[in-house]
């Protein structure tokens, strides 16, 4: 790794589908109530694609903010990662349908697959790659619409999440900007813990299955709340050790928004105040990889982040999987 050269973040999106569905409108078709979804979750209202807003439609517009933000052209961009783990087909990779729909040209473009961790998977390495020097100019993007895995009656997942889509442009840098340590891990003995099993070549796609709801999401809560604290916990321990800094000067914390307990249970253990910690899940739900980079946006956008400021970011997702990254916010000259 190049040690005089960095991945400083130049520029920050977010788009969301139209429909905006609040917590009263899911009680009018299930059994639940606004009460029941705010004192478990902390979720008001989230948004849902509808038919013409797949994932790659929401992340070429959360793309194109971005770049628009960083006052760059499509064609600075050399490399482009989509975080995803809802697919607009089988194959090829969303990112190619983006890069056509940011029109591109020929820019490098792969999908990576983390779920919820996806983002800080992506920053992890985005920034490799523009450090090594094998990119100068990299567009990620995390991007969900996890409506569509969903089984609208089932009150136990319905009502946690939400579509949406966040980026963030990464550019060479001179000065120690961007992520300055970052942690991934995961445990493949918790993959039942939270999926979807049909559709894909261990299960395709039968009637039966059709039948039985396999294609749908389902989790086990209790265990994933268990895994998910000591996750990002430890994650994020490591990563302000790499970094070189201590909790105190670190700025804002910026979790994966799954749940405002597990949240406040991360908080928590590290000894941190929420004050410090930005919380939008109840906004949003859990957007999946794309909560992060959201939060994120909404953090600079509200002066919670200023240049020079330290943050942490912190995910846990499906995989089982985790990360955290530290970043220095702003940028010098690349």
Known sequence: ??????????????????????????????????????????????????????????????????????????????????????????????????????????????????????????????????????????LLIAADVFTHLIDWDDRNTCVLFGDGAGAVVLRADEAPFGALASNMGAW?????LMAVDAGGTLLPITPELLTQRRQYVYMNGREIFKHAVRGM???????VVEAGVSFDAIRLVV????????????????????????????????????SVPIALYEAAEQGRIVAGDLVLLTAFGGGLTWGSSVVRWGHGHG
């Open 188 to 192: 493949g003995g918790g993959e039942t």
């Open 255 to 290: 979790p994966h928004q799954a749940n405002v307990r597990i949240i406040e249970a991360v908080a928590k253990r590290l000894g941190l105040p929420m004050e410090r910690v930005f919380v939008n899940l109840d906004r949003y739900g859990n957007t999946s990889a794309a």
């Open 233 to 239: 916990c430890e994650s994020a321990e490591q990563a």
């Open 1 to 138: 790794m190049n040690s005089s050269r960095y991945a400083a973040i130049v520029g920050w999106g977010m788009a969301l589908p139209r429909r905006l569905v609040t917590n009263d409108e899911l009680a009018e078709r299930i059994e639940t109530s606004d009460e029941w979804i705010r004192s478990r979750t902390g979720i008001l209202q989230r948004y849902v694609a509808g038919p013409d807003e797949p994932t790659s439609v929401l992340a070429a517009a959360a793309g194109r903010a971005a770049l628009a933000q960083a006052g760059l052209g499509p064609e600075a961009v050399d490399t482009l990662i989509v975080a995803t783990c809802t697919p607009d087909r089988p194959f090829p990779a969303t990112a190619c349908a983006v890069q056509q729909q940011l029109g591109m040209g020929r820019t490098a473009a792969f999908d990576l697959v983390a779920a919820c961790s996806g983002f800080v998977y992506g920053l992890s390495v985005g920034t490799s790659l523009v450090r090594s020097g094998v990119s100068h100019v990299l």
